[in-house]
């Protein structure tokens, strides 16, 4: 297929090259030149923008930060068109970037006036699983959507879930980037209190991923520099999933929260945790730096 690629970070960058490893070819997009030549030493075409990655794709992938860059690339701001005024009718987007659910239907409803087809897709998994193509994806648009992006989820992930229409898929993310960012928080403290104690933070991790506090940080993230050897904290907690991504994922969460009148107490303490570590200067961190703030100080 001929895919439009926008958006090379963490995640995308590799979710591209695995997409150009199974065969198709990927005009890809970033701001970011040292990315962009990362896509095309593996076989991949580099855009000047992001209208220029659209033409003539047949499915357009978008991997962004937050609502607003979702929104401005595929509806156009400051007086500028969108994407969608480039894209081929016919065509399909996925988009990847985990955003508020609201924004994922608002361009989607724009997409289908237009003759396109949208379908929100978050990923969960990290950069471990971009870079091994295992990642689950989370998807929101119909069933014939699905199947139309079933050919290309499978060369990049392990794991495809159809969350529901339209927007389900960002909530269904947004739930497990809450729960992520909770279970972050209470396994940084176990293990500060256990070294805080002598604990040796290998043994410690060893035993609760044995026992019942087990999880997926203890198991494959742990935030102990040392523990895991390709964890972000045994790499200066550089790369993997940013301090400040993690904090927007909460915040949606929240706002999610008060808009269905949903109780979340831990999900906003650990907000309130991850912007007390943010403005302390670690946001552009992994967000496993937590434990920093959790550590005893020597």
Known sequence: MQVAFIGLGNMGAPMAINLIKAGHSVKAFDLSTEALARVKAEGGHSATSALDAVQGAEVVISMLPASQHVEGLYLGKDGQSGLLAAIARGALIIDSSTIAASTSQKVAKAAAATGID??????????????????????????????????????????????????????????????????????SEAIALGVANGLDPKVLSEIMRRSSGGNWALEKYNPFPGVH??????????????????????????????????????????????????????????????????????
């Open 118 to 187: 949208f379908i929100d897709a978050p990923v969960s998994g990290g950069t471990g699983g971009a870079i091994a193509g295992t990642l689950t994806f989370m998807v929101g648009g119909s069933d014939a959507q699905l199947a139309r992006a079933q050919p290309l989820l499978e060369k990049m992930g392990a794991n495809i879930f159809h969350a529901g229409a339209v927007g389900a898929g960002q909530t269904a993310k947004i739930c497990n980037n809450m729960l992520l960012g909770i279970l972050m928080v209470g396994t």
């Open 229 to 298: 050897e390709n964890a972000p904290a045994s790499k200066g907690y550089a790369g993997g999933f940013g301090t400040n991504l993690m904090l927007k994922d909460l915040g949606l969460a929240q706002e999610n929260a008060i808009a269905t009148q949903a109780s979340t107490p831990l999900g906003g303490l650990a907000r309130s945790i991850y912007a007390a570590h943010s403005l302390s200067g670690h946001g552009a961190e992994d967000f496993s730096s937590v434990i920093k703030m959790l550590q005893k100080k020597v």
